[in-house]
């Protein structure tokens, strides 16, 4: 089998801001080397994780620029398209090739809901003028609409994507994707909680946003899925629950933000609409942090 281009644990980061709410360069400098130095395969700056969309383009490709320069050639960076539409598609994929990025994670047009043969006009449209691999990023539930397996497979065949990040709780669609695409595919987790379940079914790696944290300890548990050892891949997941519960409550990425502070790596507050956790919700992840500080899957800095 040829060699995939993009595996293992990508993480989807949080993008370090000042209080003024300004990008923080010297802290994205720090949570990619954090990441690196901690076992991640690659990097997706300006994802949904990233808060692409509360960004400017400006601020977006500084924020690509920074990662590929920090990154050094160490992973390969998957910048985030999600940009709704072909135009702002077409302008963010072309400003992060320039500063150097090595694939581009791109959502279909979410808000023209297209079917099978508006996807794949899309697609046509959109990538030959990027000029860069593209990973194609299903996500219902940001979304709200389901792309068929079909099309994925369609995509894949007429050289317009290299891969997914299926970021969906729907293990049936994701297996009918893999049965449907190639074993060259870069068939990706999107789902924290299903990672291991994702890997069974043919994942190759994932991109996953508590990666961000602990790509490492999610490494290990893609090798003990693919070895077999499905009953301590479980386990190992389930060890996360508390954290990725946490994690995933109210809005979303300030718990991410929250999580990466309690040890010790201040990245700043979530821009508008997000807001603060609650007091209980901040409560919680502080004790799941807390507690794998502790038992030692979770180091500081």
């Known amino acids: 089998m040829a060699e995939l281009m993009f595996k293992g644990l990508i993480p989807a980061f949080p993008t370090p801001l000042n209080a003024d709410g300004s990008l923080d360069e010297g802290g994205l400098a720090r949570i990619v080397d954090y990441q690196i130095g901690r076992g991640a395969s690659g990097l997706v700056p300006v994802g949904g994780t990233g808060e692409a969309n ?21 992973v390969p960076v998957v910048a985030g398209v999600l940009d709704p539409g072909l135009g702002g598609a077409l302008e963010s994929g072309q400003a992060y ?33 990027l000029k860069l691999p593209v990973v194609f990023y299903d996500n219902p539930y940001r979304t709200g609409m389901v792309t068929p397996p079909a099309t994925i497979a369609q995509l894949e065949r007429e050289g317009l994507v290299v891969g997914m990040k299926a970021s969906s709780t729907d293990l049936y669609h994701f297996d009918q994707t893999a ?7 870069c068939l990706l987790s999107g789902q ?16 996953l946003t508590s990666a961000a944290l602990l790509p490492g300890y999610w490494g290990e ?25 946490a994690l995933f409550a109210e809005q979303f990425p300030e718990a991410v ?22 007091t209980v919700a901040e409560a919680r992840l502080a004790e799941a942090v807390a507690r794998l500080v502790e038992d030692g899957t979770l180091a500081p800095p």
């Open 179 to 185: 049965r449907l695409v190639s074993d060259r595919f």
């Open 192 to 207: 924290d909680t299903l990672f291991v379940e994702q890997v069974m079914l043919g994942a190759k790696g994932g991109v």
């Open 97 to 129: 090739r320039e500063v150097g990025a090595d694939g581009l994670m791109v959502i279909p047009p979410y808000y023209a809901r297209p079917d099978h043969e508006g996807t794949l006009r899309y697609f046509r449209a959109l990538v030959p003028a």
């Open 257 to 278: 933000r929250r999580a990466f502070a309690l040890i010790g790596m201040p990245i700043g507050r979530s821009l508008p609409p997000v807001g603060a956790l609650s």
């Open 221 to 245: 548990v893609q090798r003990l899925a693919e070895t077999g050892q499905i009953a301590e891949a479980v386990a190992r997941q389930r060890h996360l629950h508390p954290l990725m519960d």
């Open 54 to 74: 509360s960004f400017s383009l400006a601020v977006r490709r500084r924020i690509v620029e920074i990662t590929v320069a920090t990154a050094r050639g160490r």
